[in-house]
């Protein structure tokens, strides 16, 4: 069918606003313009590869969850339900999330593979267990295993 995320995108973008679904519609036009913005800044525009624009996706996904808990604590309910049906719309173009125990064996195998004994080999091990989980963990949770890992 298709053969990149962007073309996905779009064909999925289609098939919302011809079914008008509203919510679907507006998020997948905010992450194709966040993809847009991603391929003309720099240098010179390009075509983003897929794991790039996988981290846009992501990028737009990590958003919406802080946004959703932003407006939960300020009381405003019905904003975080928007940033919330936002966010499961982006979630269906991401690769399933690791489990904490997926993700401790890869916080392990980078420690191992670094060979750090300290916290001062943390941006070692962090930058191999990024490349290893690519996007199916969240960063803060990485660095906190990272963290429990190295002190303990």
Request: zero cysteines; hydrophobic letters at 45%.
């Amino acid at each position: 069918m298709t053969d990149t995320l962007k073309a996905t995108l779009q064909h999925d973008l289609h098939s919302a606003m011809r079914a008008r679904e509203q919510v679907r519609v507006a998020t997948l036009r905010m992450v194709l313009t966040g993809i847009s913005n991603a391929e003309v800044s720099g240098e010179s525009a390009r075509e983003l590869s897929d794991d790039e624009t996988l981290k846009v996706v992501a990028k737009e996904a990590k958003k919406r969850k802080e946004s959703a808990t932003a407006y939960r604590d300020a009381g405003r309910p019905e904003l975080a339900e928007r940033e919330e049906a936002e966010l499961a719309v982006l979630e269906t173009y991401l690769p399933a999330q690791l489990g904490d125990d997926e993700l401790t064996a890869i916080v392990d195998r980078a420690i191992e593979q670094v060979g750090a004994t300290s916290m001062a080999q943390m941006g070692q091990v962090m930058k191999a267990a990024q490349a290893e989980a690519a996007g199916r963990a969240d960063g803060g949770a990485i660095a906190a295993k990272v963290k429990a890992r190295l002190a303990g």
